[in-house]
């Protein structure tokens, strides 16, 4: 195993940095196809091909097992980046991820209904009007609640980002 290695490890070093664009992940490839051919070793069978063919075959199933992984973290990591109330989903970095997890977590603390008319207005936006119209609220009580909200959330976002 250890020829093995000596002899294909450029190879499927190679194969991976070029499959994945990612140096980090190339090595990790690389260490779990060698890792995989010593755990299955005695599934090789000299006459149903060469230790080059069997060593890139595994190369094969560890890239595609590394990018079907990655696509499903980064499926997920944009799904939880959805606007739950538009099922729009954006490229966000993980900063911004958690920003809009406090911020939910945040109106939900405000109460109703300021916690309503918030999310009224700003992931639908809509206008103070409408948030009365929708609400069946004055429309002087949605302006000093949004108002009022407002104040409190950048109170309590500063004192959040300042801890962090």
Same mark, same amino acid.
């Given at each position: 195993?250890?020829?093995?290695? %000596?002899?294909?490890?450029?190879?499927?070093? @190679?194969?991976? !940095?070029?499959?994945?664009?990612?140096?980090?992940?190339?090595?990790?490839? @690389?260490?779990?196809?060698? /890792?995989?051919?010593?755990?299955?070793?005695? $599934?090789?069978?000299?006459?149903?091909?060469?230790?080059?063919?069997?060593?890139?075959?595994?190369? %094969?199933? /560890? /890239?595609?097992?590394?990018?079907?992984?990655?696509? %499903?973290?980064?499926?997920?990591?944009?799904?939880?980046?959805?606007?739950?109330?538009?099922?729009?989903?954006?490229?966000?970095?993980?900063?911004?991820?958690?920003?809009?997890?406090?911020?939910?977590?945040?109106?939900? #603390?405000?109460?109703?209904?300021?916690? $309503?008319?918030?999310? #009224?207005?700003?992931?639908?936006? !809509? @206008?103070?009007?409408?948030?009365?119209?929708?609400?069946?609220?004055? #429309?002087? @009580?949605?302006?000093?609640?949004? %108002?009022?909200?407002? /104040?409190?959330?950048?109170?309590?976002?500063?004192?959040?980002?300042?801890?962090?």
């Amino acid at each position: 195993m250890a020829a093995a290695y %000596r002899s294909f490890s450029p190879l499927v070093h @190679t194969i991976a !940095l070029r499959s994945t664009g990612d140096r980090a992940a190339a090595a990790d490839i @690389t260490q779990d196809v060698f /890792v995989r051919a010593w755990r299955f070793r005695s $599934s090789f069978d000299p006459e149903s091909g060469t230790v080059p063919g069997w060593i890139l075959g595994i190369c %094969r199933n /560890v /890239v595609l097992d590394s990018l079907s992984a990655k696509g %499903r973290q980064q499926r997920l990591v944009m799904h939880s980046a959805a606007t739950p109330e538009t099922g729009v989903t954006r490229d966000h970095g993980v900063d911004t991820i958690t920003d809009r997890v406090v911020l939910g977590s945040e109106l939900e #603390l405000l109460g109703e209904p300021q916690s $309503s008319i918030l999310k #009224l207005a700003f992931y639908e936006d !809509l @206008t103070h009007q409408q948030i009365s119209a929708r609400l069946n609220l004055p #429309l002087g @009580t949605v302006k000093s609640h949004i %108002r009022r909200s407002l /104040v409190h959330l950048r109170q309590r976002l500063g004192e959040w980002n300042a801890a962090s």
